[in-house]
């Protein structure tokens, strides 16, 4: 596994941070795994990586996978990462992840298919919009992923016309085993995008990429809506 994450130094000095990470399993039965190291943290934002090849702890043997709806348990971990500067706590950060391999490619026939941890999954679902209107509840959301489960969907599309939905959605994803096909929040009729909105679409890409690419539900991103 590897644990990409940024420090947010306050001071105009560059400090040493004691990074904790702690992996569990969520519901079921396996190893912890923990790692602690101590990376240096210049002033302002400066982002870490701790790679298995570097911290032979963070490698996880015989995990359990998570599968989508219909195919097995979607098995998560919570994953934790504690900082600490000269002894003293300086902030904490948890995500659930999934552990889970995906592939594609056309098919004899012209049509594509999906294999999640080597399986070829039989894509069922449709297209969705989230609220445009910034109404609904955690809840609404998790109400609506879970339905899409309970009817059997592997897979929903999320409009691109509407807004990038809140990360409780994808939680609900990971949880439930619905995979994601999200699309960029851009409409397909605008085909000539002036430079300034163009700077803005990226940007937007940059941090939406860094705020859900640790979840297992998400397996493709379209560059906008269709």
């Known amino acids: 596994v590897t644990v990409r994450g940024y420090l947010d130094n306050a001071t105009t000095n560059s400090l040493p941070v004691e990074l904790t990470t702690r992996i569990a399993p969520l519901g079921f039965a396996d190893r912890v795994i923990e790692c602690t190291t101590t990376v240096q943290a210049g002033p302002g934002k400066s982002e870490f990586i701790l790679k298995p090849a570097d911290y ?3 490698k996880m043997e015989h995990p359990h996978l998570w599968w989508p709806v219909g195919y097995g348990k979607a098995n998560l971990y919570k ?3 504690t900082a600490r500067v ?3 706590p300086g902030g904490k950060a948890s995500s659930l992840m999934g552990v889970r391999s995906v592939e594609t490619s056309i098919n004899q026939y012209g049509g594509r298919e999906w294999r999640i941890n080597g399986r070829t999954i039989r894509i069922t679902g449709g297209a969705w919009v989230p609220d445009m209107l910034l109404s609904w ?3 609404r959301y998790r109400d609506e992923i879970r339905l899409l489960a309970e009817g059997n ?3 929903v599309r999320v409009n691109g016309c ?3 939905p809140p990360d409780c959605c994808f939680d609900a994803g990971d949880h439930e085993g619905v ?3 999200e699309d960029f929040p851009r409409t397909s ?5 002036p430079r300034s909105d163009l700077d803005l679409l990226l940007s937007n890409t940059k941090d939406s990429l860094e705020r859900m690419r640790g979840h297992a539900s998400i397996i493709i991103w379209c560059g906008s809506n269709e």
């Open 153 to 155: 969907h592997t897979l």
């Open 189 to 193: 009729s605008a085909s000539v995008m």
């Open 86 to 88: 000269h002894g003293k």
């Open 79 to 81: 994953l934790t990462v």
């Open 137 to 139: 509840s955690a809840q």
């Open 179 to 181: 995979l994601v096909w």
């Open 162 to 164: 509407a807004i990038t």
């Open 56 to 58: 032979p702890a963070l």
